[in-house]
């Protein structure tokens, strides 16, 4: 034991001593990537926010004006089982007094309409099914046509919202620019496996406190797909939405594109499950991830026109083209480069790297929860901190498999998202 450990302090200082040798600007090259991959984009922006937060105005005065207008809440299911009675008994439980539930049902195969009939018996939701399997987005468009409130607000058939969600989720509609709105996404099943930990942990620090930054500045480009609100007159203005396996994002784009703001209510908090298994999260996040090059880069390739749209969009199309693509495709060549010719110095850096992370994971898990309404179950997220790191590139993986793969079109790893024959009769973008 003692000669592993003379072993190991002779090679930090063999490191050491190594990278001392080299000129200031050749340190920078060896190291400097690594470390700034994603420190400036999420770590420095989520820090802004929490030192804004101290700072935040009383909004009670303004709370008290009533602002109550119609809506219509619509929850698309597909064999959603028994998690669709959670959903409708906590949205039905809102402190919001003027909505309407509308169930979509997209042909399921399992007791859905039988679990719905007592809800629809007592007029406590408008029940309606399409004729055949069609997908989220048509099943979205099919609701809208029952949909009587001015602002329609989406949930997804597996989500719990707290008392106040809706509530808050219609806040920002205040202001006439806003256009649709975010609602605050956490991790239900967060002790169910490892990976619903992590995720727990990543849903934190992206949404919950990182799209605080993006609403901030006005470059918020998605309301997530499990609970958003947006204008009605929006909805029929883009013609409702496209079967795409992004939904949501299209959606927001487009309502981006035709001039409004996309904000983002944290304190309207839904509680969702996510995937327990790797095999499960890898796969949705390659659906998830392609939609960027499919979506961003192709179908809304005209956002990078500043003269037509919002300069925050073309500066958020750089921003992502930067970190998400440039940056992503980086990271190997980085660490192909520094294990050929500097073979010496593999495990240093990568260790350096790692501490690096931890450490400032570290401090962005305790920013979640300070920040949180849940403080105390956050708070626990931080315990898994040392692990943030091999998960940030199990997500590179997929995301980089995503990428490529919708690059060459290529239906590999497409999954039961739609039905077959929407696949086949998508519209392709060039």
């Known amino acids: 034991m003692t000669n592993y450990f003379t072993y190991f302090f002779e090679y930090i200082q063999f490191c050491i001593d190594d990278v001392a040798s080299r000129s200031p600007l050749a340190v920078f090259f060896l ?39 119609r809506l219509s809440v619509i929850i698309p299911a ?28 997209d042909c399921s195969e399992d007791g859905t309409p039988a679990l719905c009939k007592p809800y629809e018996d007592k007029g406590l939701i408008k029940y309606v099914r399409t004729t055949a399997r069609s997908g989220k987005p048509a099943a ?34 205040r202001d006439p620019k806003v256009g649709a709105a975010s609602g605050n996404i956490k991790v239900r099943n967060d002790t169910a496996s490892l990976a619903s930990r992590l995720q727990a942990a990543e849903y934190g620090m992206t949404i919950a406190v990182g799209r605080r930054w993006l609403a901030l ?50 304190k309207a908090v839904a509680m969702t499950d996510v995937p327990t298994s790797w095999r499960v999260l890898f796969s949705q996040r390659v659906r998830w991830d ?84 849940r403080p105390g179950r956050d708070a626990m997220l931080i315990l898994y901190t040392p692990l943030l790191f091999p998960y940030t590139l199990f997500l590179k993986a997929a995301r980089i498999l995503a990428y490529v793969l919708e690059t060459i079109r290529s239906d590999f790893m497409k999954d039961g998202f739609f039905p077959k024959k929407i696949w086949g009769n998508m519209q392709e973008y060039h």
Not at 218 to 240: P, T, Y
Not at 322 to 332: C, S, T
């Open 31 to 69: 190291f400097a990537p690594a470390l700034l991959f994603d420190s400036v984009r999420y770590y420095v922006t989520n820090t802004i926010i929490f030192f804004l937060s101290l700072f935040e105005k009383d909004s009670s005065r303004e709370d008290a004006v009533p602002f109550t207008p």
């Open 78 to 105: 597909r064999n959603e089982g028994e998690g669709l009675r959670g959903t409708l008994n906590s949205i039905l439980e809102s402190n919001y007094s003027k909505f309407e539930v509308i169930v979509v049902d």
């Open 140 to 173: 979205l468009n099919f609701a809208f046509k029952f949909a009587t409130g001015d602002i329609i607000v989406h949930f997804d058939g597996d989500i719990a919202v707290d008392r106040d969600a809706i509530t808050e989720v219609v806040k920002p509609f």
């Open 217 to 266: 500045v006005d470059r918020l480009q998605i309301a997530s797909g499990a609970f958003n609100a947006f204008r009605k007159e929006i909805l029929l203005d883009v013609k409702g939405a496209d079967p795409e396996y992004g939904e949501d994002l299209d959606l927001t784009l487009k309502a981006r594109k035709i001039g409004f703001k996309i904000a983002f209510a944290p």
């Open 290 to 373: 392609r939609c960027y090059i499919r979506l961003n880069l192709r179908k809304h390739r005209d956002m990078f026109d500043f003269h037509a749209f919002k300069w925050q969009d073309f500066v958020a199309g750089l921003d992502d083209i930067f970190f998400n693509l440039i940056l992503l495709f980086a990271f190997p060549v980085y660490i192909a480069f520094i294990a050929i010719f500097v073979p010496q110095l593999f495990l240093f850096i990568l260790t350096i790297t790692y501490l690096f992370y931890t450490v400032v994971n570290f401090g962005q898990l305790a920013i979640v929860a300070l920040l949180s309404e």
